[in-house]
């Protein structure tokens, strides 16, 4: 009798209770699609992962409605250059680029990913993200995995071996190749080979994206190598973090977009990506020794380092580079991100370093601290050497999208190059606000529409129904990124709502417990 009650009571209940049309409605924002229209004024409701519908007013029930007021909706930002699996494991939730609005990452740059790929996605689809997740393969692991670290061209069938590797990863869901012809072993592959590697990810769906051998005296040769290997290759070819390195070569950036604005007009899918500083990140081994004197990997540097001859000619070269390129002229312009062997080093600089060793502050013993600093361990380092009017006419380059080559830093460890931090709101903050160099939804464009356009992401990056809701919304007028080189630990402001999948990933200045990223598989994916 007493369960015929109940059940009589909770008939009508279920009867009435529709359920709402919507999980969630934005309303009143101003849409920035992602495409340059000019923004304009909708509600925008979700239903599970995807964008259900925009419209000028929207009245159907949702489960829940956030009044935007004019904030700006635009779609989640597609980071196409990341390091994420630094940090990834133990920060999953990404919060240094959610809080700027960052949906997707895209990791493998610079010829280096983690193989098999299917393992490696494996894991980070069991570690539960907060941003989707996609890969590229990396030329430099694949070149190591079948020839060891040797300069020389590869013979016939290490060349198939390689191609059967970046076959596979392409079955696993890479987007494409990534080149770092810069690191070793990258650079001790000839261009004939790069093209041979690519023409497989090409014919996979994939796309060519390079680290450039050179980004000081050899950038023009370094251009239209990466031209010519999407040409040859038969697949979209893109420079990565596009930069001038060294005083001595500012002002080439004219050129390097003339040559890529003339593959462009016959013909070639070339663009661009960057990331808005004037200093570059990677290790004081990679960006202040000479290549030769890497090669074999860490036991051949160091017996070439023992040897007083050729010691001496690592030393001469290392000045020159501490001169003219990377370390921008001066041992100041050089400072330590992380250090391994003393992480006290980190936020020194090689000027401080080298005094702090006895020396005084010439070139020729900063290349000397440089050489110990590579003995003891080796530490990451930051280069001041990239010119700001060649950042500027980079980025206002309609073939240029933004990307932060950053990493997911543990709040408060090292002192990591502060684009992790703030590429998107510094862009958004500096460059479309402050200084006016680019209009609001062109940026936005080369942040989302414009890289997934890029990767063949054709469910995201665009606000549109029947998309994945992959959502960013911000106060174009107050969004801006807070991280300096000299407190690099501090998140971008003004963004205030970041959706992934449907979900919110990010609200009034909390990260949420959800974890709604996915892992994103390439074109050529067999499940
Ligand atoms: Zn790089």
Request: charged share 20%; glycine share 10%; net charge neutral.
């Amino acid at each position: 009798m007493r369960r015929l009650l109940l059940a009589l009571l909770l008939v009508p209940v279920c009867l009435s209770a529709q359920p709402p049309a919507y999980d969630l409605i934005l309303r009143g924002g101003r849409i920035i699609d992602g495409t340059v229209s000019p923004w304009y004024t909708a509600d925008l409701a979700i239903r599970g992962d995807t964008i259900a519908r925009i419209a000028p007013a929207i009245t159907a029930p949702a489960t829940r409605v956030v009044n935007l007021n004019g904030l700006a909706v635009a779609p989640g930002f597609i980071d196409i250059h990341t390091h994420a699996r630094r940090g990834i494991f133990e920060v999953p939730t990404a919060d240094n680029y959610i809080r700027q609005g960052v949906t997707t990452l895209i990791e493998g740059p610079d010829g280096s990913s983690p193989l098999p790929v299917k393992a490696f996605l494996d894991k980070i689809a069991a570690l539960r993200i907060s941003p989707n997740f996609a890969m590229l393969v990396g030329q430099g692991t694949v070149r190591s995995e079948v020839m060891g670290e040797v300069d020389r061209p590869a013979t016939r069938a290490e060349m198939d071996r390689m191609k059967a590797i970046v076959t596979q990863a392409m079955y696993d869901g890479a987007f494409g190749l990534s080149s770092g012809l810069f690191y070793v072993p990258g650079n001790f592959t000839p261009t004939e080979e790069v093209i041979e590697l690519a023409r497989v990810a090409g014919s996979l769906g994939g796309i060519y994206k390079s680290h450039m051998r050179n980004e000081a005296d050899g950038l023009i040769e370094s251009v239209r190598e990466t031209i010519a290997i999407g040409e040859k290759g038969g697949l979209p070819t893109q420079i990565t973090h596009h930069k001038v390195v060294g005083k001595k070569y500012w002002g080439a950036s004219v050129e390097t977009l003339r040559m890529v604005d003339e593959a462009r007009a016959r013909g070639v899918d070339a663009t661009i990506d960057q990331y808005p500083y004037t200093a570059s990140a990677t290790s004081i081994a990679a960006a202040l020794l000479p290549q030769w004197a890497q090669e074999g990997g860490r036991e051949s540097t160091l017996a070439r380092l023992k040897d007083p001859a050729t010691r001496a000619k690592i030393k001469a070269e290392s000045v020159v580079i501490i001169r003219d390129v990377r370390g921008g002229g001066d041992p100041r312009n050089v400072s330590v991100s992380a250090c391994q062997f003393n992480p006290k080093l980190a936020g020194q600089n090689l000027a401080q370093i080298t005094e702090g060793r006895g020396l005084a502050v010439t070139l020729e013993n900063a290349a000397e601290t440089a050489m110990w600093i590579v003995e003891q361990g080796g530490c990451g380092g930051i280069f001041h050497a990239i010119g700001e009017q060649d950042l500027e006419r980079i980025l206002v380059h309609p073939a240029t999208m933004v990307a932060s080559d950053g990493e997911v830093p543990v709040f408060g460890r090292n002192m990591p190059h502060p684009r992790s931090y703030g590429t998107f709101a510094r862009v958004l903050g500096l460059y479309v606000r402050e200084k006016k160099l680019l209009p609001l939804e062109t940026a936005v464009q080369k942040m989302s529409a414009f890289p997934a356009q890029r990767l063949g992401l054709s469910d995201r990056g665009v606000l549109r129904q029947g998309l994945k809701a992959d959502i960013a919304v911000f106060d174009p007028a107050t969004v801006r990124d807070t991280a300096t080189f000299e407190k690099p630990h501090s998140y971008a402001e003004g963004v205030s709502l970041v959706i992934v999948n449907g979900q919110i990933a990010f609200e009034n200045g909390q990260m949420t417990s959800a974890r709604p990223g996915r892992v994103l598989h390439g074109p050529a994916h067999r499940p």
